[in-house]
């Protein structure tokens, strides 16, 4: 158990629609990453919060947003959501998202777009 | 980050060592090497990073070559629970946290 909490654990919508998934951090972390695996793309980062911060962007679609609130949770939020974005959703957490620090990843969210 | 290429799959005997190859020629004098495992689309477990010197902790040892162009993990003793996709990562010191994985390795342990 890395610390990290993810909900909800599956979650099975339709295209066009909008859901957001919520990520709880270790305790004590500031941090949080969200990264997308899907079978053709493997795992790629989205972007990185740093104490409600935005610290870096990666491959997010503009359809995607994310934000931290002042409890450091974090939430990915989806819209107009398309086949392709059917995916294993991860969020990882460090305490202060400095170079070299281990990434604690939760045990992610699988999101089915039908 | 320089590009790392690993073997797509690995069969190893349960009790033996699991060796496990990564090819970084690219690397330059400030990334570092990093290996994470993911095991049957869990969330990704990191499992040790090093620079130039060899490394080992309680799960595994990593031998990076003289010049730095590859490297190996080891798992000493694998298990069934060893089984899993291994990614074999080089970051840039200054390039931010963020992790870029590969297509990894997948890692049999086999009774």
């Known amino acids: 158990d890395s610390g990290v909490t993810q909900t909800p654990k599956h979650l099975i919508t339709a295209t066009g629609q909008r859901v957001t998934l919520r990520c709880s951090p270790r305790s004590g972390d500031l941090s949080v990453y969200w990264y997308q695996q899907s079978l053709d793309q493997g795992l790629q980062f989205l972007i990185q919060?740093?104490?409600?911060?935005?610290?870096a962007k990666g491959n997010i679609l503009e359809r995607f947003s994310a934000q931290q609130f002042p409890d450091l949770h974090s939430e990915l939020n989806l819209s107009s959501l398309e086949l392709g974005d059917s995916a294993l959703y991860f969020c990882a957490s460090t305490l202060s998202g400095g170079f070299g620090e281990t990434q604690y990843f939760g045990p992610g969210t699988r999101l089915l777009v039908l | 980050d320089a590009k790392t290429t690993q073997p797509t799959s690995m069969d190893c005997a349960e009790g033996r060592a699991a060796n496990l190859p990564c090819n970084h020629s690219?690397?330059?004098?400030?990334?570092?090497v990093y290996w994470y495992r993911q095991i049957h689309s869990q969330g990704p477990q990191y499992i040790i990073h090093g620079l130039k010197n060899n490394e080992t902790n309680e799960m595994a040892s990593l031998i990076i070559t003289e010049d730095r162009k590859s490297s190996t993990l080891i798992l000493p003793h694998a298990t069934l629970r060893d089984t899993a996709v291994y990614y074999c990562i080089v970051r840039e010191n200054n390039a931010g946290n963020m992790l870029t994985f590969g297509g990894g390795t997948r890692l049999m342990v086999k009774p």
């Open positions: 690219t690397i330059s004098g400030n990334e570092y």
């Open positions: 919060y740093y104490n409600g911060e935005e610290r």
